[in-house]
Protein backbone atom coordinates (compact mmCIF):
# COMPACT_ATOMS: atom_id res chain seq x y z
CA UNK A 1 0.00 0.00 0.00
CA UNK A 2 0.78 3.30 -0.88
CA UNK A 3 1.00 6.14 1.18
CA UNK A 4 1.77 9.69 -0.48
CA UNK A 5 2.39 13.43 0.80
CA UNK A 6 1.87 14.92 3.88
CA UNK A 7 -0.89 12.33 4.60
CA UNK A 8 0.10 11.66 8.51
CA UNK A 9 0.88 8.06 9.70
CA UNK A 10 -2.64 8.26 11.96
CA UNK A 11 -4.35 9.61 8.75
CA UNK A 12 -3.78 6.16 7.15
CA UNK A 13 -3.91 4.09 10.31
CA UNK A 14 -7.60 5.59 11.05
CA UNK A 15 -8.37 4.28 6.87
CA UNK A 16 -7.00 1.02 7.85
CA UNK A 17 -8.42 0.49 10.97
CA UNK A 18 -12.10 1.01 8.78
CA UNK A 19 -10.89 -1.10 6.33
CA UNK A 20 -10.15 -3.88 8.71
CA UNK A 21 -13.30 -3.58 9.81
CA UNK A 22 -13.08 -1.98 13.06
CA UNK A 23 -16.76 -0.28 14.15
CA UNK A 24 -16.29 2.79 15.51
CA UNK A 25 -19.61 3.65 17.05
CA UNK A 26 -18.45 5.91 19.88
CA UNK A 27 -20.99 8.11 20.35
CA UNK A 28 -18.49 10.27 22.62
CA UNK A 29 -15.52 10.59 19.93
CA UNK A 30 -14.62 14.03 19.35
CA UNK A 31 -16.66 15.56 16.58
CA UNK A 32 -13.13 16.46 15.30
CA UNK A 33 -9.81 15.44 15.75
CA UNK A 34 -7.75 18.82 14.42
CA UNK A 35 -8.41 22.18 12.78
CA UNK A 36 -9.86 21.47 8.95
CA UNK A 37 -8.83 24.72 6.30
CA UNK A 38 -8.21 25.39 2.83
CA UNK A 39 -4.72 23.57 3.40
CA UNK A 40 -6.10 20.62 4.91
CA UNK A 41 -8.66 20.12 1.58
CA UNK A 42 -5.89 20.85 -0.87
CA UNK A 43 -3.74 18.13 1.06
CA UNK A 44 -5.80 15.56 -0.16
CA UNK A 45 -5.18 15.75 -3.46
CA UNK A 46 -2.00 13.33 -1.95
CA UNK A 47 -3.79 10.81 -0.36
CA UNK A 48 -3.95 7.51 -1.81
CA UNK A 49 -5.80 3.67 -1.53
CA UNK A 50 -5.41 1.15 -2.89
CA UNK A 51 -7.42 1.53 -6.58
CA UNK A 52 -8.88 4.77 -6.03
CA UNK A 53 -6.91 7.94 -7.44
CA UNK A 54 -8.37 11.56 -6.14
CA UNK A 55 -8.88 13.61 -9.22
CA UNK A 56 -9.16 17.29 -7.26
CA UNK A 57 -10.17 18.58 -3.97
CA UNK A 58 -10.65 21.89 -3.21
CA UNK A 59 -12.96 24.24 -1.06
CA UNK A 60 -16.06 25.56 -2.48
CA UNK A 61 -16.78 29.11 -0.26
CA UNK A 62 -20.42 29.25 0.81
CA UNK A 63 -23.05 29.64 -1.92
CA UNK A 64 -20.88 28.96 -5.09
CA UNK A 65 -21.34 25.26 -5.71
CA UNK A 66 -22.62 24.68 -9.46
CA UNK A 67 -23.49 21.82 -10.66
CA UNK A 68 -21.68 20.49 -13.96
CA UNK A 69 -24.64 21.65 -15.71
CA UNK A 70 -24.07 25.00 -14.35
CA UNK A 71 -27.11 24.84 -11.98
CA UNK A 72 -26.43 26.91 -8.70
CA UNK A 73 -30.53 26.48 -7.97
CA UNK A 74 -30.65 24.82 -4.71
CA UNK A 75 -27.26 25.05 -3.62
CA UNK A 76 -27.15 28.70 -2.42
CA UNK A 77 -27.42 28.24 1.17
CA UNK A 78 -25.18 25.43 0.98
CA UNK A 79 -22.11 26.06 3.64
CA UNK A 80 -17.97 26.49 2.93
CA UNK A 81 -16.94 22.84 1.84
CA UNK A 82 -14.28 20.38 0.63
CA UNK A 83 -15.22 18.75 -2.12
CA UNK A 84 -13.41 16.20 -3.08
CA UNK A 85 -13.84 14.14 -6.66
CA UNK A 86 -12.00 10.50 -6.88
CA UNK A 87 -12.12 7.81 -9.37
CA UNK A 88 -12.80 4.18 -8.11
CA UNK A 89 -11.17 1.61 -10.11
CA UNK A 90 -11.56 -2.04 -8.16
CA UNK A 91 -11.27 -3.88 -11.46
CA UNK A 92 -8.91 -3.10 -14.56
CA UNK A 93 -12.31 -2.52 -16.34
CA UNK A 94 -13.79 -0.12 -13.49
CA UNK A 95 -14.22 3.36 -14.02
CA UNK A 96 -16.34 4.56 -10.96
CA UNK A 97 -16.88 8.95 -10.10
CA UNK A 98 -17.15 9.44 -6.68
CA UNK A 99 -17.34 12.63 -4.74
CA UNK A 100 -16.93 13.23 -1.10
CA UNK A 101 -17.94 16.67 0.86
CA UNK A 102 -16.83 17.76 3.63
CA UNK A 103 -18.14 20.29 5.80
CA UNK A 104 -15.34 23.19 6.88
CA UNK A 105 -17.15 24.09 10.01
CA UNK A 106 -19.99 22.30 12.15
CA UNK A 107 -19.04 18.53 10.93
CA UNK A 108 -21.64 16.80 13.30
CA UNK A 109 -19.29 13.79 13.44
CA UNK A 110 -20.92 11.80 10.80
CA UNK A 111 -20.81 10.49 7.61
CA UNK A 112 -23.80 9.90 4.66
CA UNK A 113 -23.93 8.08 1.44
CA UNK A 114 -26.49 9.06 -1.19
CA UNK A 115 -28.23 6.65 -3.18
CA UNK A 116 -29.01 6.54 -7.21
CA UNK A 117 -32.15 5.92 -8.76
CA UNK A 118 -33.24 3.59 -11.86
CA UNK A 119 -29.92 2.75 -13.79
CA UNK A 120 -28.26 6.14 -12.81
CA UNK A 121 -24.94 7.10 -13.46
CA UNK A 122 -24.35 10.08 -12.24
CA UNK A 123 -23.34 12.31 -8.41
CA UNK A 124 -26.15 13.23 -7.07
CA UNK A 125 -25.59 16.63 -5.97
CA UNK A 126 -29.06 17.55 -4.50
CA UNK A 127 -28.63 15.14 -2.08
CA UNK A 128 -25.66 15.61 -1.44
CA UNK A 129 -26.31 18.80 -0.77
CA UNK A 130 -29.10 18.03 1.43
CA UNK A 131 -26.96 15.62 3.63
CA UNK A 132 -24.18 18.59 3.89
CA UNK A 133 -26.78 21.05 5.37
CA UNK A 134 -27.31 18.73 8.14
CA UNK A 135 -23.65 18.96 8.97
CA UNK A 136 -22.66 15.49 7.17
CA UNK A 137 -19.77 14.74 6.04
CA UNK A 138 -21.60 12.90 2.58
CA UNK A 139 -20.35 10.97 -0.15
CA UNK A 140 -22.26 9.77 -3.96
CA UNK A 141 -21.49 8.05 -7.35
CA UNK A 142 -21.99 7.69 -10.34
CA UNK A 143 -22.12 3.99 -9.94
CA UNK A 144 -19.14 3.19 -12.56
CA UNK A 145 -21.43 4.79 -15.59
CA UNK A 146 -22.32 7.66 -17.19
CA UNK A 147 -26.02 8.12 -18.60
CA UNK A 148 -29.29 7.11 -17.06
CA UNK A 149 -28.89 3.20 -18.90
CA UNK A 150 -27.76 0.16 -18.92
CA UNK A 151 -26.22 0.20 -22.02
CA UNK A 152 -23.14 0.49 -20.79
CA UNK A 153 -23.57 -3.21 -19.66
CA UNK A 154 -22.93 -5.74 -22.58
CA UNK A 155 -19.37 -6.77 -22.74
CA UNK A 156 -19.37 -5.70 -19.17
CA UNK A 157 -19.71 -7.45 -16.54
CA UNK A 158 -17.52 -5.88 -14.14
CA UNK A 159 -19.17 -2.38 -14.46
CA UNK A 160 -22.11 -4.22 -13.79
CA UNK A 161 -21.24 -5.69 -10.79
CA UNK A 162 -19.80 -2.35 -9.79
CA UNK A 163 -23.24 -1.09 -10.80
CA UNK A 164 -24.90 -3.83 -8.81
CA UNK A 165 -23.18 -3.01 -5.78
CA UNK A 166 -19.18 -2.25 -5.47
CA UNK A 167 -19.76 1.07 -6.29
CA UNK A 168 -21.75 1.82 -3.37
CA UNK A 169 -19.82 -0.15 -1.34
CA UNK A 170 -15.99 1.26 -2.21
CA UNK A 171 -17.62 4.97 -1.65
CA UNK A 172 -18.73 3.92 1.50
CA UNK A 173 -15.03 2.48 2.49
CA UNK A 174 -13.18 5.40 0.64
CA UNK A 175 -15.13 7.97 1.86
CA UNK A 176 -15.02 7.04 5.29
CA UNK A 177 -11.55 6.80 4.70
CA UNK A 178 -11.11 10.22 3.51
CA UNK A 179 -13.12 11.47 6.30
CA UNK A 180 -10.72 10.34 8.88
CA UNK A 181 -7.62 11.87 6.84
CA UNK A 182 -9.66 14.98 6.64
CA UNK A 183 -10.87 15.41 10.37
CA UNK A 184 -8.22 13.22 12.06
CA UNK A 185 -11.43 10.68 12.71
CA UNK A 186 -13.43 8.75 11.77
CA UNK A 187 -17.47 9.26 11.47
CA UNK A 188 -19.08 8.44 14.58
CA UNK A 189 -21.99 6.88 12.83
CA UNK A 190 -22.07 5.89 8.69
CA UNK A 191 -25.52 6.21 7.35
CA UNK A 192 -27.10 5.08 3.58
CA UNK A 193 -30.06 6.64 2.30
CA UNK A 194 -31.74 6.25 -1.17
CA UNK A 195 -35.11 5.94 -2.54
CA UNK A 196 -36.35 3.70 -5.55
CA UNK A 197 -33.22 2.47 -7.38
CA UNK A 198 -31.71 3.76 -4.07
CA UNK A 199 -33.58 1.76 -1.77
CA UNK A 200 -32.01 -1.03 -3.68
CA UNK A 201 -29.08 0.06 -3.14
CA UNK A 202 -30.10 0.61 0.21
CA UNK A 203 -30.88 -3.06 0.82
CA UNK A 204 -27.98 -4.51 -1.27
CA UNK A 205 -25.71 -2.67 1.48
CA UNK A 206 -27.56 -4.40 4.48
CA UNK A 207 -27.16 -7.87 2.86
CA UNK A 208 -23.85 -7.89 1.44
CA UNK A 209 -21.65 -5.14 3.40
CA UNK A 210 -22.95 -5.49 7.29
CA UNK A 211 -19.94 -3.23 8.74
CA UNK A 212 -20.56 -0.84 5.84
CA UNK A 213 -23.65 1.38 7.93
CA UNK A 214 -24.63 2.09 11.32
CA UNK A 215 -28.26 2.68 9.78
CA UNK A 216 -29.47 2.93 6.30
CA UNK A 217 -33.31 4.25 5.17
CA UNK A 218 -34.64 2.29 2.05
CA UNK A 219 -37.43 4.20 0.09
CA UNK A 220 -39.57 2.21 -2.28
CA UNK A 221 -36.97 -0.25 -2.88
CA UNK A 222 -36.72 -1.91 -6.08
CA UNK A 223 -34.81 -4.37 -4.50
CA UNK A 224 -35.50 -7.73 -6.77
CA UNK A 225 -34.46 -5.77 -10.03
CA UNK A 226 -35.39 -9.14 -11.93
CA UNK A 227 -38.96 -10.04 -10.90
CA UNK A 228 -40.06 -5.90 -10.62
CA UNK A 229 -38.67 -5.75 -14.07
CA UNK A 230 -40.94 -8.14 -15.60
CA UNK A 231 -44.18 -7.00 -13.79
CA UNK A 232 -43.35 -3.86 -15.25
CA UNK A 233 -42.69 -5.22 -18.37
CA UNK A 234 -46.23 -7.35 -18.33
CA UNK A 235 -47.99 -4.46 -17.26
CA UNK A 236 -46.93 -2.73 -20.27
CA UNK A 237 -47.61 -5.97 -22.65
CA UNK A 238 -51.06 -6.17 -21.05
CA UNK A 239 -51.82 -2.10 -21.78
CA UNK A 240 -49.98 -2.59 -25.30
CA UNK A 241 -51.93 -6.28 -26.49
CA UNK A 242 -53.33 -4.55 -29.76
CA UNK A 243 -54.63 -1.30 -30.14
CA UNK A 244 -58.03 -2.19 -28.68
CA UNK A 245 -56.12 -2.91 -25.06
CA UNK A 246 -54.85 0.34 -24.89
CA UNK A 247 -55.75 2.23 -22.09
CA UNK A 248 -55.46 6.59 -22.71
CA UNK A 249 -54.10 8.71 -19.80
CA UNK A 250 -58.01 10.28 -19.43
CA UNK A 251 -59.33 6.52 -18.38
CA UNK A 252 -56.98 6.34 -15.67
CA UNK A 253 -58.80 9.19 -14.16
CA UNK A 254 -61.88 7.01 -13.94
CA UNK A 255 -60.06 4.36 -13.25
CA UNK A 256 -58.98 5.83 -10.26
CA UNK A 257 -62.39 7.75 -9.23
CA UNK A 258 -64.09 3.84 -9.45
CA UNK A 259 -60.91 2.80 -7.12
CA UNK A 260 -61.62 5.82 -4.82
CA UNK A 261 -65.53 4.63 -4.81
CA UNK A 262 -64.87 1.28 -3.74
CA UNK A 263 -62.01 1.57 -1.06
CA UNK A 264 -61.76 5.49 -0.16
CA UNK A 265 -64.70 5.87 2.59
CA UNK A 266 -64.43 1.93 3.23
CA UNK A 267 -61.42 2.63 5.69
CA UNK A 268 -63.21 5.08 7.68
CA UNK A 269 -62.57 8.10 6.47
CA UNK A 270 -63.36 9.88 2.94
CA UNK A 271 -60.70 12.24 2.38
CA UNK A 272 -59.38 11.36 -1.48
CA UNK A 273 -56.95 8.51 0.20
CA UNK A 274 -57.06 4.73 0.22
CA UNK A 275 -55.44 4.39 3.64
CA UNK A 276 -54.98 0.28 3.29
CA UNK A 277 -55.83 -0.67 -0.07
CA UNK A 278 -55.08 -4.33 1.08
CA UNK A 279 -58.27 -4.20 2.70
CA UNK A 280 -60.08 -3.19 -0.31
CA UNK A 281 -61.34 -5.54 -3.04
CA UNK A 282 -61.50 -3.30 -6.48
CA UNK A 283 -62.45 -4.76 -9.55
CA UNK A 284 -62.22 -2.77 -12.51
CA UNK A 285 -65.24 -4.35 -14.05
CA UNK A 286 -67.00 -1.63 -12.52
CA UNK A 287 -65.86 0.64 -14.93
CA UNK A 288 -66.89 -1.43 -18.19
CA UNK A 289 -69.30 0.57 -20.92
CA UNK A 290 -72.81 -0.44 -20.63
CA UNK A 291 -72.85 0.48 -24.20
CA UNK A 292 -70.54 1.98 -26.74
CA UNK A 293 -67.59 2.84 -25.88
CA UNK A 294 -67.16 6.44 -24.01
CA UNK A 295 -65.12 8.83 -22.15
CA UNK A 296 -66.37 7.45 -18.49
CA UNK A 297 -65.73 3.98 -19.12
CA UNK A 298 -63.61 1.31 -20.29
CA UNK A 299 -64.23 -0.95 -23.16
CA UNK A 300 -63.81 -5.10 -22.41
CA UNK A 301 -59.88 -5.26 -23.97
CA UNK A 302 -59.15 -1.90 -21.30
CA UNK A 303 -61.23 -3.50 -18.05
CA UNK A 304 -58.90 -7.09 -19.46
CA UNK A 305 -55.89 -4.79 -19.54
CA UNK A 306 -56.59 -2.76 -16.70
CA UNK A 307 -57.32 -5.89 -14.12
CA UNK A 308 -53.78 -7.33 -15.11
CA UNK A 309 -52.53 -4.13 -13.89
CA UNK A 310 -53.63 -4.83 -10.32
CA UNK A 311 -52.73 -8.50 -10.30
CA UNK A 312 -49.28 -10.41 -9.55
CA UNK A 313 -47.46 -11.50 -11.46
CA UNK A 314 -47.64 -15.51 -11.58
CA UNK A 315 -45.36 -18.53 -12.81
CA UNK A 316 -47.59 -20.19 -14.76
CA UNK A 317 -45.74 -23.18 -14.54
CA UNK A 318 -45.41 -23.12 -10.29
CA UNK A 319 -48.40 -21.42 -9.87
CA UNK A 320 -45.92 -19.50 -7.31
CA UNK A 321 -46.25 -15.17 -7.46
CA UNK A 322 -43.27 -13.50 -8.98
CA UNK A 323 -43.96 -10.12 -7.95
CA UNK A 324 -47.38 -7.91 -6.66
CA UNK A 325 -49.22 -6.44 -8.96
CA UNK A 326 -49.88 -2.06 -8.26
CA UNK A 327 -52.57 -1.19 -5.46
CA UNK A 328 -55.84 0.79 -6.43
CA UNK A 329 -55.57 4.25 -5.73
CA UNK A 330 -52.19 4.34 -8.05
CA UNK A 331 -54.14 5.16 -11.21
CA UNK A 332 -53.50 8.59 -12.03
CA UNK A 333 -49.48 7.62 -12.46
CA UNK A 334 -50.38 4.36 -14.56
CA UNK A 335 -50.07 6.32 -17.35
CA UNK A 336 -46.01 6.76 -17.06
CA UNK A 337 -46.02 3.20 -16.33
CA UNK A 338 -48.27 1.89 -19.00
CA UNK A 339 -49.18 4.52 -21.21
CA UNK A 340 -45.77 5.27 -22.87
CA UNK A 341 -44.73 3.17 -26.38
CA UNK A 342 -41.95 1.45 -24.29
CA UNK A 343 -42.11 -0.14 -20.94
CA UNK A 344 -40.80 1.74 -17.76
CA UNK A 345 -37.19 2.67 -19.12
CA UNK A 346 -35.53 1.14 -15.87
CA UNK A 347 -37.53 -2.17 -16.71
CA UNK A 348 -37.07 -2.02 -20.34
CA UNK A 349 -33.75 -1.62 -20.45
CA UNK A 350 -33.14 -4.49 -17.88
CA UNK A 351 -34.36 -6.78 -19.92
CA UNK A 352 -32.65 -5.51 -23.30
CA UNK A 353 -29.49 -5.28 -21.66
CA UNK A 354 -28.85 -7.29 -19.66
CA UNK A 355 -31.32 -10.52 -19.68
CA UNK A 356 -32.25 -10.60 -23.37
CA UNK A 357 -29.22 -9.08 -24.85
CA UNK A 358 -30.65 -7.26 -27.68
CA UNK A 359 -31.70 -3.54 -27.27
CA UNK A 360 -34.34 -3.94 -30.34
CA UNK A 361 -36.04 -6.68 -28.37
CA UNK A 362 -39.69 -6.48 -29.09
CA UNK A 363 -41.02 -6.77 -24.98
CA UNK A 364 -44.83 -7.75 -26.55
CA UNK A 365 -42.98 -11.42 -26.93
CA UNK A 366 -42.17 -11.29 -23.24
CA UNK A 367 -42.90 -15.06 -22.06
CA UNK A 368 -43.50 -14.93 -18.21
CA UNK A 369 -42.12 -18.60 -17.35
CA UNK A 370 -39.46 -18.42 -19.68
CA UNK A 371 -38.30 -15.03 -19.33
CA UNK A 372 -37.84 -14.80 -15.51
CA UNK A 373 -36.13 -17.75 -15.22
CA UNK A 374 -33.71 -15.96 -17.60
CA UNK A 375 -33.95 -12.80 -15.14
CA UNK A 376 -33.26 -14.86 -12.21
CA UNK A 377 -30.14 -16.99 -14.37
CA UNK A 378 -28.61 -13.49 -15.82
CA UNK A 379 -29.18 -11.65 -12.64
CA UNK A 380 -27.09 -14.12 -10.38
CA UNK A 381 -27.65 -11.52 -7.15
CA UNK A 382 -25.46 -8.60 -8.61
CA UNK A 383 -28.13 -6.47 -9.24
CA UNK A 384 -31.21 -7.76 -7.09
CA UNK A 385 -30.94 -7.51 -3.47
CA UNK A 386 -33.52 -10.26 -2.25
CA UNK A 387 -31.24 -12.17 0.86
CA UNK A 388 -33.41 -12.14 3.71
CA UNK A 389 -30.57 -12.54 6.36
CA UNK A 390 -29.97 -9.78 8.15
CA UNK A 391 -28.40 -11.19 11.19
CA UNK A 392 -24.90 -9.87 9.89
CA UNK A 393 -26.34 -6.82 9.87
CA UNK A 394 -28.72 -6.01 12.72
CA UNK A 395 -25.89 -8.26 14.72
CA UNK A 396 -23.89 -4.35 15.23
CA UNK A 397 -26.75 -2.53 16.25
CA UNK A 398 -27.74 -1.21 13.01
CA UNK A 399 -31.06 -0.44 11.79
CA UNK A 400 -33.07 -0.44 8.75
CA UNK A 401 -35.99 1.85 7.83
CA UNK A 402 -37.53 1.47 4.78
CA UNK A 403 -40.78 2.98 3.44
CA UNK A 404 -43.16 2.73 0.49
CA UNK A 405 -45.81 4.44 -0.89
CA UNK A 406 -49.11 2.54 -1.47
CA UNK A 407 -49.60 4.68 -4.75
CA UNK A 408 -46.68 3.54 -6.10
CA UNK A 409 -46.67 3.14 -9.92
CA UNK A 410 -42.97 2.18 -10.26
CA UNK A 411 -42.48 -0.30 -7.88
CA UNK A 412 -45.38 -2.06 -6.57
CA UNK A 413 -45.82 -1.64 -2.79
CA UNK A 414 -46.59 -4.92 -1.86
CA UNK A 415 -43.27 -5.92 -2.25
CA UNK A 416 -42.12 -4.44 0.68
CA UNK A 417 -44.64 -5.64 2.81
CA UNK A 418 -43.52 -8.93 1.66
CA UNK A 419 -39.76 -8.71 2.09
CA UNK A 420 -40.58 -7.30 5.78
CA UNK A 421 -42.93 -10.34 6.46
CA UNK A 422 -40.06 -12.64 5.18
CA UNK A 423 -37.69 -11.18 7.69
CA UNK A 424 -40.11 -12.14 10.00
CA UNK A 425 -39.94 -15.50 8.69
CA UNK A 426 -36.16 -15.47 8.83
CA UNK A 427 -35.09 -13.94 12.09
CA UNK A 428 -38.23 -13.82 13.99
CA UNK A 429 -40.53 -10.81 15.36
CA UNK A 430 -38.52 -9.70 17.99
CA UNK A 431 -35.26 -8.74 16.56
CA UNK A 432 -36.82 -7.20 13.51
CA UNK A 433 -38.80 -4.94 15.46
CA UNK A 434 -35.37 -4.25 17.41
CA UNK A 435 -33.56 -3.20 14.53
CA UNK A 436 -36.19 -2.69 11.36
CA UNK A 437 -39.03 -0.45 10.58
CA UNK A 438 -40.93 -0.48 7.60
CA UNK A 439 -43.73 2.47 7.07
CA UNK A 440 -46.33 2.26 4.09
CA UNK A 441 -47.65 5.68 3.33
CA UNK A 442 -51.19 6.04 2.32
CA UNK A 443 -51.62 7.94 -0.73
CA UNK A 444 -47.82 8.29 -1.65
CA UNK A 445 -46.43 7.86 -5.64
CA UNK A 446 -43.46 6.72 -6.55
CA UNK A 447 -40.84 8.40 -3.90
CA UNK A 448 -42.44 11.65 -3.69
CA UNK A 449 -46.12 12.99 -4.74
CA UNK A 450 -49.58 11.13 -4.69
CA UNK A 451 -52.56 12.02 -2.90
CA UNK A 452 -51.65 11.54 0.19
CA UNK A 453 -48.30 13.40 2.29
CA UNK A 454 -45.46 12.37 0.98
CA UNK A 455 -42.74 14.90 2.90
CA UNK A 456 -40.88 13.42 5.93
CA UNK A 457 -37.90 12.61 7.88
CA UNK A 458 -37.26 9.27 8.33
CA UNK A 459 -33.12 10.72 8.55
CA UNK A 460 -33.91 11.94 11.98
CA UNK A 461 -35.93 9.04 13.11
CA UNK A 462 -32.68 6.81 12.92
CA UNK A 463 -30.31 9.30 13.98
CA UNK A 464 -32.60 8.64 17.33
CA UNK A 465 -32.95 5.05 17.04
CA UNK A 466 -29.13 4.46 16.69
CA UNK A 467 -28.00 7.05 18.67
CA UNK A 468 -29.95 7.83 21.48
CA UNK A 469 -32.05 4.22 21.59
CA UNK A 470 -35.41 5.96 20.60
CA UNK A 471 -37.35 3.22 19.06
CA UNK A 472 -39.46 4.89 15.94
CA UNK A 473 -43.42 4.92 16.36
CA UNK A 474 -45.15 7.19 14.21
CA UNK A 475 -43.37 9.39 11.88
CA UNK A 476 -44.96 12.34 10.49
CA UNK A 477 -45.63 12.81 7.25
CA UNK A 478 -46.92 16.40 5.23
CA UNK A 479 -48.43 17.21 2.00
CA UNK A 480 -47.53 20.55 0.44
CA UNK A 481 -49.33 22.77 -2.06
CA UNK A 482 -47.40 25.58 -3.38
CA UNK A 483 -45.27 25.39 -0.95
CA UNK A 484 -47.56 25.28 2.35
CA UNK A 485 -48.46 22.42 4.39
CA UNK A 486 -52.10 21.35 3.57
CA UNK A 487 -52.09 18.08 5.30
CA UNK A 488 -50.19 16.91 7.69
CA UNK A 489 -50.96 12.34 8.88
CA UNK A 490 -49.11 9.95 10.96
CA UNK A 491 -46.71 7.07 9.05
CA UNK A 492 -47.26 4.36 11.47
CA UNK A 493 -44.88 1.41 12.04
CA UNK A 494 -46.31 -1.58 9.98
CA UNK A 495 -48.65 -3.78 10.64
CA UNK A 496 -50.60 -0.53 12.23
CA UNK A 497 -52.13 1.91 10.54
CA UNK A 498 -52.93 5.42 10.92
CA UNK A 499 -56.40 5.49 12.37
CA UNK A 500 -59.14 8.96 12.53
CA UNK A 501 -59.72 9.67 16.17
CA UNK A 502 -63.18 10.78 15.06
CA UNK A 503 -62.78 14.45 16.01
CA UNK A 504 -61.03 17.60 14.85
CA UNK A 505 -59.69 17.85 11.63
CA UNK A 506 -58.87 14.88 9.28
CA UNK A 507 -55.90 17.56 7.97
CA UNK A 508 -53.99 17.59 11.20
CA UNK A 509 -51.83 14.30 12.31
CA UNK A 510 -52.63 15.10 15.99
CA UNK A 511 -56.58 13.53 15.34
CA UNK A 512 -54.72 10.54 14.04
CA UNK A 513 -53.65 7.19 16.41
CA UNK A 514 -51.12 4.46 15.08
CA UNK A 515 -53.35 1.22 15.96
CA UNK A 516 -52.98 -2.17 14.50
CA UNK A 517 -56.32 -2.68 12.20
CA1 LIG B 1 -59.94 7.21 3.03
Sequence with gaps: MKIVGAVALGIFLGGLAYLAGTPDVS?????????????????LTSFRLPNMKITSAEVVPAGQFKAPSGAAEGFVDLPEFCRVAMT?????DSDIKSETWLPLSG???KFQEVGNGGWNGFIQYAALAAALRRGYATASTDTGHTGDTASFAPGHPEKLIDFGYRA???????????????????????????????????FMEAQRYPQDFEGIIAGDPGYDRAAESLQLIAAAQATHKDAASFIPKEKFAVLHQAALDACDAADGLKDGIINNPLRCKFDPAVTLCKGADGPN???????EAAKKLYAPIVDPKSGKEIFPGFEPGTELRFANTT?????????DDTFKYTVIGDPNWDFRTLDIGKDIV???????????????NLKPYVGRGSKLIIYHGWADQNVAPLSSVNYYNALIDVMGKKSVEDSVRLYMAAGMGHCAGGEGPSVFDTLTTLEQWREHGVAPKEVIASQMADGKVIRTRPLCPYPQEAQYKGTGSPDLAENFACRLP
Excluded at 88 to 92: E, G
Design 88 to 92: LTPSS
Design 297 to 303: CLTAPQV
Design 168 to 202: VHETAVQGRAIVAAFYGALPRYSYFTGCSGGGRQA
Design 374 to 388: RAHETDKGIVSATST
Design 107 to 109: WNG
Design 27 to 43: ADAPAAAHAVDAAACMR
Design 339 to 347: GAPRPLGMA
